[in-house]
């Protein structure tokens, strides 16, 4: 790999490495920003705050009820 680098840039190597080590830092960052947005933007443009649909149906023995929503 380096054999081959060396005869595309010949003694330029400098340039390689920057641009190397460019790449390996904004890859990452790239990509964790584009997680980020994403999750933001599905955080905001979700339907239903609460999850939505039907509350779930009152247990044989428990002690709370479950009173629907009408909306």
Known sequence: MLATLLLLHGDNM???YFWSALL???VPIA???IIGVLAVRGYFHRGAPDGG???PPPSAGGRWRVIPRHH
Request: glycine share 8%.
């Open 53 to 55: 649909g039907e509350p």
């Open 14 to 16: 400098d340039a390689v």
């Open 31 to 33: 990509v964790f920003a």
């Open 24 to 26: 390996i830092a904004l």
